[in-house]
């Protein structure tokens, strides 16, 4: 029996290859939110007005999110040759990104009860002004998607089975900022010349469904990484690479995410004496996606 690694000396660096890029687009993402944040809470204060204090508030969550996903670019980039982290720190974005999709989940369950609150006891709302900010929130939301949205679609266009989640958690954050405060225009407009209040906390209870269902589907695919969830796509890529000799089997087989664009897989292998662990990694070759290696070879 022999067992061996794809290299006798070799790195766990395993972070994306827009990393830095990704990190920067983020930390302005978050001082736009900041700026937007401090600007709707003053104003608030000095206006009177509690929806722009509340608005603001609601921004402060985001901007608390989106800090985390810069704070997860810090540590994995701070981090990612520390001896302690045995496949490197490629997986902590996943872990920002779960963490988002946390807070995401709240913010619409508070954004739900609120809006179901107002519609069964509704409150002046002074239209001017809140359409005004929320107009404003909006351009500073349609900034932020096109900051982050092109790192996201970077990223996708070099890697098709998986991408940085701590990069598409910022981007839903900013979309879901983006699709209330279109929901509060529409909703502000049709209250302001229609006489349509209600219209308000109906959109605000539409907003919280959506919003709720992107955190749970963001949720589903960062725990898929953090539990380590077999890729289905390259186990199946592995096997026919492997096993369409004929001379050898797989007997047990691991294959996981560590980074954005890496995966690791552990190959045990029963085959005839023609065949060693030194030909299997050379099969394996073809499987792009592999970036840690360690085969295991048997003979019958």
Same mark, same amino acid.
């Given at each position: 029996?022999?067992?061996?690694?794809?290299?006798?000396?070799?790195?766990?660096?395993?972070?994306?290859?827009?990393?830095?890029?990704?990190?920067?687009?983020?930390?302005?993402?978050?001082? #736009?939110? #900041?700026?937007?944040?401090?600007?709707?809470?003053?104003?608030?204060?000095?206006?009177?007005?509690?929806?722009?204090?509340?608005?603001?508030?609601?921004?402060?969550?985001?901007?608390?999110?989106?800090?985390?996903?810069?704070?997860?670019?810090?540590?994995?980039?701070?981090?990612?040759?520390?001896?302690?982290?045995?496949?490197?720190?490629?997986?902590?974005?996943?872990?920002?990104?779960?963490?988002?999709?946390?807070?995401?989940?709240?913010?619409?369950?508070?954004?739900?009860?609120?809006?179901?609150?107002?519609?069964?006891?509704? +409150?002046?709302?002074?239209?001017?002004?809140?359409?005004?900010?929320?107009?404003?929130?909006?351009?500073?939301?349609?900034?932020?998607?096109? #900051?982050?949205?092109?790192?996201?679609?970077?990223?996708?266009?070099?890697?098709?089975?998986?991408?940085?989640?701590?990069?598409?958690?910022?981007?839903?954050?900013?979309?879901?900022?983006?699709? +209330?405060?279109?929901?509060?225009?529409?909703?502000?407009?049709?209250?302001?010349?229609?006489?349509?209040?209600?219209?308000?906390?109906?959109?605000?209870?539409?907003?919280?469904?959506?919003?709720?269902?992107?955190?749970?589907?963001?949720?589903?695919?960062?725990?898929?990484?953090?539990?380590?969830?077999?890729?289905?796509?390259?186990?199946?890529?592995?096997?026919?690479?492997?096993?369409?000799?004929?001379?050898?089997?797989?007997?047990?087989?691991?294959?996981?995410?560590?980074?954005?664009?890496?995966?690791?897989?552990?190959?045990?292998?029963?085959?005839?004496?023609?065949?060693?662990?030194?030909?299997?990694?050379?099969?394996?070759?073809?499987?792009?996606?592999?970036?840690?290696?360690?085969?295991?070879?048997?003979?019958?």
């Amino acid at each position: 029996m022999s067992s061996t690694s794809i290299n006798h000396t070799h790195g766990h660096v395993f972070l994306g290859s827009a990393h830095d890029e990704n990190a920067k687009r983020t930390l302005w993402v978050v001082a #736009l939110t #900041l700026v937007m944040m401090v600007g709707e809470i003053t104003a608030g204060y000095l206006t009177g007005s509690m929806a722009l204090l509340a608005d603001g508030f609601h921004m402060a969550t985001h901007a608390g999110a989106l800090g985390i996903a810069a704070a997860a670019y810090s540590y994995a980039k701070r981090h990612a040759c520390n001896q302690r982290y045995s496949f490197g720190t490629g997986k902590v974005g996943d872990l920002g990104g779960f963490a988002s999709a946390l807070i995401l989940g709240m913010v619409s369950l508070a954004i739900g009860v609120e809006s179901v609150m107002r519609l069964l006891q509704p +409150t002046e709302i002074q239209f001017g002004t809140a359409t005004l900010i929320a107009i404003a929130g909006l351009i500073v939301n349609i900034v932020s998607a096109l #900051l982050l949205g092109h790192g996201h679609s970077h990223e996708h266009e070099h890697d098709h089975h998986g991408n940085d989640n701590n990069l598409k958690s910022a981007y839903v954050h900013v979309i879901a900022d983006a699709l +209330t405060s279109v929901l509060a225009i529409a909703a502000l407009l049709a209250g302001r010349f229609f006489g349509w209040v209600w219209l308000d906390p109906a959109m605000g209870i539409v907003g919280a469904i959506v919003i709720a269902r992107w955190a749970w589907t963001l949720m589903g695919v960062t725990a898929a990484v953090l539990l380590d969830q077999t890729d289905t796509h390259v186990a199946e890529e592995i096997r026919e690479q492997v096993e369409t000799p004929g001379d050898v089997i797989i007997t047990d087989l691991h294959v996981w995410r560590v980074g954005p664009q890496a995966h690791a897989a552990i190959v045990s292998v029963l085959g005839e004496v023609t065949a060693n662990a030194d030909s299997i990694r050379t099969r394996l070759k073809q499987v792009h996606e592999i970036r840690h290696l360690t085969v295991e070879f048997r003979p019958a």
